[in-house]
């Protein structure tokens, strides 16, 4: 969906390892993985394994610590979608450390319209509208241990805020915040 390809896109970015990508059927250019080829055969193709997910996560993680300060999503800002879904995850419970929620102001109107935004300000959830974590003085010590679903916030998180990174899943994120120590949910990247 819309909301992956985008948090696909900024990690990439971040990386600085990929400048341009098209995804077959859903960029203006590529209506086609043919078209998006150049009518040629592909060069490579590499088909994603749980192995390659787990070391991916091993490489966007900075630490081995399993002890988390805070949790920061949003990175590329949180759509309304995303938003619900961070609210299914977290139910009735609510986060026992730091949890920020990086949205622009358009999405932040229609949470506080529906009352999503009070909902979840309740069980823990810190909404940051049109900046994030790492570029703005928002964590409260000026090191630790940062858990979070992006890559992008996993790459710039050390140089820019002082935290080391744990990645996970929004579901591990969500858990872990609760919990108030990083959980794992191994099944998730089988």
């Known amino acids: ?12 970015a971040s990386s600085g390892a990929v400048a341009l990508f098209h995804a077959a059927g859903v960029t203006p250019e590529a209506p086609d993985l043919d078209t998006a080829l150049g009518g040629r055969p592909p060069e490579r193709t590499i088909r994603v394994t749980a192995a390659m997910m787990r ?30 879904e961070l609210d299914r995850l ?27 935004q009070a909902r979840l300000e309740a069980r823990g959830v810190t909404i940051v509208a049109d900046t994030c974590v790492v570029v703005t003085p928002i964590l409260k010590a000026v090191s630790g241990v940062l858990m979070t679903n992006s ?7 050390p140089g820019n805020t002082g935290y ?7 579901g591990e ?3 872990s915040a609760v919990a108030g120590r990083m959980l794992r949910d191994e099944a998730f990247w089988a």
Request: proline letters at 2%; charged letters at 20%.
């Open 151 to 157: 890559g992008k916030f996993a790459h710039y998180a």
């Open 55 to 84: 070391q991916a996560r091993r490489g966007l993680s900075t630490t081995e610590v399993q002890q988390i300060d805070a949790v920061a999503i949003g990175s590329p800002h949180l759509s309304a979608a995303e938003f619900h």
């Open 1 to 12: 969906g819309e909301d992956r390809l985008k948090a696909f896109g900024a990690a990439a």
């Open 90 to 116: 977290l139910a009735s419970r609510k986060a026992r450390i730091p949890f920020y929620a990086c949205t622009g102001r358009h999405v932040l109107g229609e949470l506080g319209a529906s009352g999503l």
């Open 173 to 175: 994120c969500v858990d």
């Open 164 to 170: 080391s990174v744990q990645y996970g899943s929004l």
